[in-house]
Each structure stands twice: as structure tokens, then as C-alpha cells.
């Protein structure tokens, strides 16, 4: 049986990452226990969590709130996103069966689609899920899960990354068929692993270049 911190964990995370808590909303104990019906001590332990990730930020006389946008800390993200990636993707390659191949192609396939009538947040959302079919199947644990909460924190800092560099997304369908044939012919796992990591610094520098 799920715990009530668990529930509420999922709860506010949930709202979080939706962005029906926006950053800075407060996260006022009493109010979410009474919400959900419960004490504030699980309220409290999955704020907790939720610190740990990133998701959530104490202020001195202020309180709990969801983290505010830090441009510094996204792309700190990003580029440790591609690093975990990169290596559950090397990581994975024994275990990528064609099944998961052909997942994957079909995701790239509708962010392709969507390239013509472009709604960044979809994209975004297919993007997270390409990279999960394939680093879902690395056996380290601790390497998934470390992945799992750098997509949560990306998701906590920003909505769409592709919001904010819309011309990136076609290079980066190109790039998945191309990390996705690596894959299909066996190449190097070196090689896949810097791909992976170099494809996610690349949406970076973008970034980066934008601000220039």
C-alpha cells in the first residue's frame, strides 16, 4: 500500500512539474494536509524530497516554495543530464533490444511531425521520452534513477527547453536517428556514449548562444 508521504510526494510533484505551481508559490504546510486530508508530517517529509531534488527551496521567513529559475543551474542540468545519459546509454547497449529500437523511432518520428506545426512542451515531453525508452534499459540502478531526477529538475526549472530555442529542435531529430543508428550497427560504446552526451551540450550551447 502506498504511504501517505509517498502520495503526497507524488501530489506535489505532480503540480510542480505541470506548472500549476509555478516557481515561487508557496508551499504552505497546513493548507496541502488539508488538502489531502492528512497530518502535516507527510506533508513535510515530501518537501523534504522534494528539496533534494531541486524542486522545492527554503527562504528565510518566507518558507517552502518551489525553486525559482536559475539560468546557471539549468544549464549545470543539462550538461550532467548529458554526462548520465551518455553513460546509461553505453551502459544499456546489451540489453536494447529491437523492440526498444523501434519505440524510440516511433517518438522521434512524432517530434518529426510536430516540426510543422511546433508546440514546444509536447516536444519537450517526446523528448524526455525518447531518451527514457533507450536509458531505461541500463541495469544500474543508481545510474536511472540519477537520470529520473535530473529530467524531474529540468522539468522543475523550465517547461520547455525547445520554448526557448525552437531551431534546435530538427537538428535534435536528426541527432536521435543518428544515435539510434550507432545503436542499430553496433558501433563503438564509447563512441554512443559521447554522441549521447554531446547531443544534450549542444542543445546548451544553443541555449547559450540565444542569450548572446
Not at 488539508?34 to 507527510?42: K, R
Not at 522521434?108 to 531505461?136: G, S, W, Y
Request: proline share 4%; glycine share 4%; charged share 25%.
Amino acid at each position: 500500500m502506498t504511504s501517505k508521504s509517498e502520495l503526497t510526494y507524488d501530489w506535489i510533484r505532480e503540480r510542480i512539474l505541470s506548472r500549476e505551481f509555478n516557481p515561487g508559490y508557496r508551499l504552505v504546510l497546513s493548507s496541502i494536509a488539508a488538502e489531502l486530508g492528512v497530518s502535516t508530517v507527510p506533508v513535510r517529509e515530501a518537501i523534504r524530497r522534494l528539496e533534494a531534488e531541486g524542486l522545492v527551496e527554503f527562504e528565510r521567513n518566507v518558507g517552502a516554495r518551489v525553486a525559482m529559475v536559475n539560468e546557471g543551474e539549468y544549464v549545470d542540468t543539462m550538461q550532467t543530464l548529458g554526462v548520465l545519459e551518455g553513460a546509461a546509454t553505453a551502459l544499456a547497449l546489451p540489453h536494447i533490444t529491437e523492440e526498444v529500437l523501434k519505440r524510440a523511432q516511433a517518438i522521434n518520428d512524432q517530434m518529426r511531425a510536430m516540426l510543422t506545426d511546433f508546440d514546444p512542451a509536447v516536444f519537450t515531453a517526446l523528448n524526455e521520452k525518447f531518451h527514457k525508452a533507450i536509458c531505461q534499459a541500463c541495469p544500474n540502478p543508481h545510474i536511472t534513477m540519477l537520470v529520473d531526477r535530473g529530467w524531474s529538475r529540468m522539468a522543475g526549472l523550465r517547461s520547455s527547453t525547445f520554448s526557448f530555442v525552437p531551431e534546435r529542435a530538427a537538428r535534435s531529430v536528426e541527432e536521435h536517428d543518428q544515435i539510434l543508428q550507432l545503436i542499430r550497427t553496433e558501433q563503438d560504446p564509447t563512441e554512443i556514449e559521447m554522441t549521447v552526451r554531446q547531443h544534450k551540450w549542444r542543445t546548451v550551447e544553443a541555449l547559450k548562444e540565444k542569450h548572446r
